[in-house]
Structures are given as C-alpha cells and as structure tokens.
C-alpha cells in the first residue's frame, strides 16, 4: 500500500511559468483534497474532487489555478503564470469517503524565483 | 466556521502532560486530530464521532463534547517524538455525502529532555 503519491517533492519554477503538480491518491480511495501551507501556517483549504467531479472549489484563487481527478490518472493541480505568492507546501490527501480519516502525501515545494 | 485551538503553542518536559482544546461555533458532527513535524506531511492521529465519546493511541487520548462543540486531545507522559503541531478538523457537511475538513491553525507542542 503506496499511500499517497505526490510529484514532485520539490518545483522551481521562474515567475510566468507553469507549475503542476500530481497526486495519486490510496487505492480505495475516490476523495481527493488539495491545500497549501506556508511555513508555520496552518493548512488552507483549496479544493475537494472525486473522480471527472470537482466538488467544492470555495479555497481556490478565481485565475491561474486550477485542478481535476480525470477517470484515469493522477489529480492535477495546475498553477498558470506562477508569481512569488504562490511559493509554498501544497499537500494532497485522500479518503475513501467523505467523513472517514485523511491521508497525506508528503507534499510538493513549490519555489517561484 | 474554522474551529479554534488552544493553547497556540506548548512547551514540555518529557514526562509531563499536556491538552489541546478545539472548540467550534458551529454544530460538530464529528472532529479529526492530527499531528505534523516540521517538514513533513500530516498524520491522522484519531476521529471522534459520538458526544462524549473517548478515544485512544498510544498515550495520546481525546474527547468530544458534543454539545459543548469542542474536542480536547490529552497527551499523557509526553515523550520527545510528540513534538510537531497538532491540528484539529471538523467536518462540514456539504451536499450528498459529501464532507470536508475544516482546519484549526494548529498548536505547536515542543517536548524538551
């Protein structure tokens, strides 16, 4: 049992470019969460999808993100024309349904120079 | 709607006791604690779903109050490995069966030799 998968542990990226990052989520598991956390912050809630569905998006920025759990594959989340403020921790985790305990992937770093 | 912790941050002796509250204006279905060390991903500690209900690991116990709307997590006999920040997340009930966390902003524990 892998557990969740996040890639890659760590991104640079310059101002403008694009950043995505992936999230495998355990197997049996169809709920998927992303959040960001800055050093010494708590977790900020950013999006919740299952499978081809995004559920609640009321955490994510209205431009430059975005994120999907298609059929098949990882969920992404895509950051377009990275700036400054968007460096920091963004973790994924799962859950086999909605009221049941959360798995963490390790995270992604995300560093915009 | 995000549930407040208490203390911010604890110091400690290995050995001695520590608890950290989570209270909530809103009605409380149920209450997930966690603990993240610096760097590293967040781990479920336990969930608690009933009022009243006491749960155990290790010697990390927690109760829930349901009608109180507040959790407390009691770390007995601490050890050094408790270090990290604790965060509480109660679950908010969307459409379906759809749920999602909503976080604290964590108490920072720091036990000491």
């Known amino acids: 049992n892998a557990g969740v998968m996040q890639n890659p542990r760590h991104l640079v990226r310059r101002r403008g470019q694009e950043a995505r990052l992936r999230c495998s989520p355990m197997?049996?598991?169809?709920?998927v969460y992303w959040y960001r956390q800055l050093p010494e912050e708590g977790l900020k809630f950013m999006v919740y999808?299952?499978?081809?569905?995004?559920?609640?998006e009321s955490g994510m920025p209205k431009e430059r993100f975005s994120a999907e759990f298609p059929k098949e594959g990882p969920s992404i989340l895509r950051i377009q024309q990275v700036v400054r403020g968007d460096s920091a921790a963004y973790f994924c985790?799962?859950?086999?349904?909605?009221?049941?305990?959360?798995?963490f992937g390790s995270g992604t770093r995300l560093t915009v120079v | 709607q995000q549930p407040v912790q208490s203390p911010q941050a604890v110091i400690l002796r290995e050995g001695e006791d520590a608890v950290i509250n989570c209270s909530s204006s809103k009605a409380l279905y149920s209450v997930h604690w966690y603990r993240q060390k610096h760097g590293e991903a967040p781990v479920f500690l336990m969930i608690?779903?009933?009022g009243g209900e006491q749960k155990g690991h290790e010697k990390i116990s927690a109760s829930f109050n349901e009608k109180k709307q507040q959790s407390s997590l009691y770390l007995t006999a601490s050890q050094l490995s408790y270090s990290g920040t604790y965060f509480c997340?109660?679950?908010?009930?969307?459409?379906?069966?759809?749920?999602?966390?909503?976080w604290g902003l964590g108490t920072s524990l720091a036990v000491n030799p």
């Open positions: 985790a799962s859950s086999r349904a909605g009221g049941d305990g959360y798995t």
């Open positions: 197997k049996g598991h169809s709920h």
């Open positions: 999808l299952q499978k081809e569905n995004i559920i609640d």
């Open positions: 608690l779903l009933k």
């Open positions: 997340g109660t679950e908010q009930k969307m459409a379906g069966n759809n749920r999602k966390l909503i």
